[in-house]
């Protein structure tokens, strides 16, 4: 069983910065893809970004640009830098842990909400 444990999202007003931050209970950086989701109210849940063992990053193309994932190996802990926020990037943030395509299994955070609002 692995935790997921979200931080750092908050109320930002447009055009401002967070920082999330995903804190894993195990070392699963080199067979796992990390990545962000999100939630918005009365939507479905979707990808924001990715980013695999082989450290290759994929981002939502509405957010292209603008965030970015990255990760530290030796503290177990996946980041997403988000600039220049939109009221559009309002949601719940949900930190995953997929180790699928190895016949593992996937694994979800609790979600940290961010909103962004003048």
């Known amino acids: 069983q692995v935790q997921l444990v979200e931080s750092g999202g908050g109320l930002v007003q447009p055009g401002g910065s967070l920082r999330l931050s995903c804190a894993a209970s195990?070392?699963?950086?080199?067979?796992?893809?990390m990545g962000w989701f999100r939630q918005a109210p009365g939507k479905q849940r979707e990808l924001v970004s990715i980013?695999?063992?082989?450290?290759?990053?994929i981002y939502a193309d509405s957010v292209k640009g603008r965030f970015t994932i990255s990760r530290d190996n030796a503290k177990n802990t996946v980041y997403l830098q988000m600039n220049s926020l939109k009221p559009e990037d309002t949601a719940v943030y949900y930190c995953?842990?997929?180790?699928?395509?190895?016949?593992?299994?996937?694994?979800w955070g609790q979600g940290t909400q961010v909103t962004v609002s003048s």
């Open positions: 995953n842990a997929d180790g699928t395509s190895y016949g593992l299994y996937e694994y």
């Open positions: 195990a070392r699963i950086f080199g067979i796992y893809n």
């Open positions: 980013i695999t063992p082989g450290a290759r990053t």
